[in-house]
């Protein structure tokens, strides 16, 4: 059960959220002028490719 919810989590990540939010960090990246903006897409981006990289380990591990 927990492996069919790890899967389903980075199917999420890669098929939804990681499609479009390389290009809305691009634009928000762009278009911020205090940079506020840019910390808050830092470190968001960040999480989302750290949470895809240890859902993917779990996964490894669990069908080793």
Do not use: A, P
Not at 36 to 61: A, C, F, H, N, P
């Amino acid at each position: 059960e927990v492996l069919k919810l790890l899967k389903r989590e980075r199917h999420f990540l890669e098929e939804h959220l990681l499609s479009w939010v390389g290009d809305f960090f691009k634009n928000v990246r762009e278009c911020d002028r205090t940079g506020y903006y840019r910390g808050w897409v830092d470190v968001t981006e960040g999480w989302l490719l750290l949470d895809l990289e240890q859902i993917s380990k779990m996964i490894d591990i669990s069908e080793f």
